[in-house]
């Protein structure tokens, strides 16, 4: 256990209750609710964008074996990091659209030409081994059309190997005689069948592991994502790395969401006792790990609430009395009053889910206030009347304590 130069008055394990993992995203405010949409958003159509863009350069890489008999996509527009939600439903659907179109007629482009190039060469190769020029010998209408429409169902996503193999087979339902054309046309739809099937199966893994980071911001999350899509193409990819991945972008996600609970059910615990917490108190302890507190009409004395990571993953949380070094007030003067208010604290973040397991706590009449440089004590110091002192429990209409913002000592 880690204690500050001054005596702590309190300190304490803080963890969520597993119940509360549920409940995260209800308790998030809404600028952080919106913030997450738009990256959701954002993530989505970076998803359609970069299966267009994998769609895009196998059309290329097909132009440069049959040319302009393989038409050409146009390139996608960039993709914001964040996107209204709404904007970003319809720039996923003109993209799906684009890509199922494009998806359609390159199938179909593929398949005439790759049969176009065999027919050609089964010809060629008569004509030779007959020694003429030219020899309008080839395989019968109705087996070629066969062929090309067996070619028409590959899914692009499928290995070049394989691409080859079944370029082999359909060269042979070609070159084959009728009686065995028929054979080797089933045997070539099979292939072709499983293949795709393969692909199916793929996308179905790589799918799933992507809805687990739905919801998970940041780059890290990001560059999975980019992997799961880049793994639509490879044949074989590298499963039990792809997993850890998403497992340790979806820790991080849930500890960070955790731990955003935390602070806020502590902001919110604290202000249900009847304190005033430092302004942007939750910004401060996710930062900063530091953050103050105070009653009414203490005079000069504040609560510093101090983060620390502690060795289980979960936090130890320092509560120190701290007043100006010029001021008069001591702890005595406000202990009682901030122990009785810790007790309610304990049972406001109790209601909400979370633990604080009380590890030290100082003994009455044995606290110490710490001294701060007068102009780093983070609230004015004025005292307000007796009058203006607002009860317990706070209202909307209570005045409220001027809060400074200041440098850390």
Not at 3 to 11: G, T
Not at 168 to 197: M, P, Q
Not at 352 to 367: C, D
Request: aromatic content about 4%.
């Amino acid at each position: 256990m880690i204690f500050l130069p001054a005596a702590a008055v309190l300190v304490g394990g803080f963890a969520v209750g597993s119940a509360a993992v549920a409940g995260i995203r209800l308790a998030a405010d809404a600028y952080v609710e919106r913030q997450l949409a738009r990256e959701a958003a954002a993530a989505q159509v970076n998803a359609a964008a970069q299966r267009y863009r994998a769609l895009a350069e196998r059309v290329a890489a097909a132009r440069g074996r049959y040319g302009d008999s393989i038409t050409a996509l146009p390139e996608v527009p960039p993709v914001k990091a964040r996107m209204d939600p709404q904007e970003a439903a319809v720039l996923e659907a003109r993209l799906r659209a684009a890509l199922d179109d494009g998806l359609c007629r390159f199938q179909s482009e593929f398949a005439a030409a790759t049969t176009a190039e065999l027919t050609s060469a089964l010809a060629a190769t008569a004509a030779h081994v007959a020694g003429l020029p030219r020899a309008p010998r080839g395989p019968a209408p109705e087996l070629v059309q066969s062929v090309e429409r067996i070619l028409g169902r590959i899914d692009p996503s499928v290995g070049a190997v394989l691409i080859e193999r079944i370029r082999g087979y359909a060269t042979d339902a070609l070159a084959a005689s009728k009686s065995a054309a028929g054979r080797l046309v089933e045997d070539l739809r099979y292939l072709v069948d499983t293949a795709n099937r393969g692909v199916a199966e793929r996308r179905r893994r790589l799918r799933e592991l992507a809805e687990r980071l739905v919801g998970c911001p940041g780059e890290a999350a990001d560059a999975v994502r980019r992997a799961l899509v880049g793994a639509e193409d490879d044949p074989d990819p590298d499963w039990p790395a792809l997993e850890a991945a998403v497992d340790r972008v979806v820790e991080a996600a849930i500890a960070a969401a955790l731990q955003d609970y935390a602070t806020r059910a502590l902001r919110e615990s604290l202000e249900a006792a009847g304190c005033f917490v430092e302004e942007d108190f939750d910004l401060l302890l996710a930062q900063e790990r530091m953050a103050h507190i105070r009653r009414p009409g203490w005079d000069d004395v504040a609560v510093r609430v101090r983060l620390r990571p502690d060795a289980d993953d979960q936090r130890t949380v320092h509560f120190n009395l701290v007043g100006p070094k010029d001021g008069n007030t001591e702890a005595s003067a406000v202990e009682h009053e901030w122990c009785s208010t810790f007790d309610t604290v304990v049972e406001e973040l109790a209601r909400r889910q979370v633990g604080l397991s009380i590890t030290a706590r100082a003994e009455e009449g044995a606290t110490e206030l710490q001294r701060v440089d007068a102009s780093r004590f983070p609230f004015e110091r004025a005292e307000p009347s007796a009058e203006a002192r607002p009860s317990r429990s706070r209202r909307a209409d209570a005045p409220q304590i001027e809060q400074r913002r200041t440098e850390r000592p």
